[in-house]
């Protein structure tokens, strides 16, 4: 079920990509959680990338897709697509990371929902405003469907994987988009689930420039 990155030359898409997140103002956390905890959700954030893109003339528009497939256990395990478009005919595909579901369809709606959240937020480099953990509400999600914490560590461990292959001069650029400097693989395994994402999308956008130059070379 898991798909790769589809990566072109996109030249307009990638200026107006930078455009829109110079424009961004992160969402704030409207949504209470079980234990009280305010959080941004799905709306929140597509809305903070909506008006973004309104105020920037960036051109831009995405979509989601969820894949997936039911599993021997009888669970139903997806993932995301975040497609991410230009009007000059330009797109790019970002995977998100798969989530288990379950065969509980109210419950497979909920995961459906967070992955998407996710997803979108890795692929915009959105950080809700002083959301430096997960949230409660997905804190309980996570616990029932695949553990919060095993969730975290696998994003941050693909983050270190990739940036072993991101050019260094990149590296610091990749970083101040979290507003944070370049420490490592130890800071990486400091960062909250959400900034993780927000990571994973800014090493995806830096690797995709990187094909780009090569391509035009």
Request: proline fraction near 3%; include cysteine; charge should be negative.
């Amino acid at each position: 079920m898991r798909q790769n990155i589809e990566f072109k030359p996109t030249p307009e898409l990638n200026d107006g990509l930078y455009k829109l997140q110079m424009a961004m103002k992160q969402p704030d956390k409207t949504k209470t959680g079980v234990h009280g905890s305010k959080y941004a959700d799905l709306n929140d954030v597509a809305n903070a990338i909506r008006r973004a893109n309104k105020e920037s003339n960036a051109g831009i528009a995405f979509v989601q897709s969820v894949n997936s497939e039911l599993g021997p256990d009888g669970k139903e395990h997806m993932q995301v697509m975040t497609i991410i478009t230009h009007t000059s005919g330009e797109y790019m595909m970002i995977e998100g990371l798969p989530v288990s579901g379950s065969n509980n369809s109210q419950e497979a709606m909920k995961a459906a929902t967070y992955a998407k959240r996710g997803s979108l937020m890795a692929a915009f480099g959105v950080t809700p405003k002083d959301e430096d953990d997960d949230g409660e509400e997905m804190t309980e999600l996570q616990k029932h469907l695949n553990g919060e914490l095993e969730q975290k560590r696998a994003v941050q461990a693909k983050c270190i994987e990739l940036l072993k292959t991101v050019a260094k001069s990149k590296l610091d650029m990749i970083w101040a988009t979290l507003g944070m400097t370049n420490e490592g693989a130890n800071q990486v395994k400091k960062l909250s689930f959400a900034k993780a994402n927000a990571l994973y999308g800014a090493i995806k956008f830096a690797m995709n420039e990187d094909l780009e130059e090569v391509a035009n070379d």
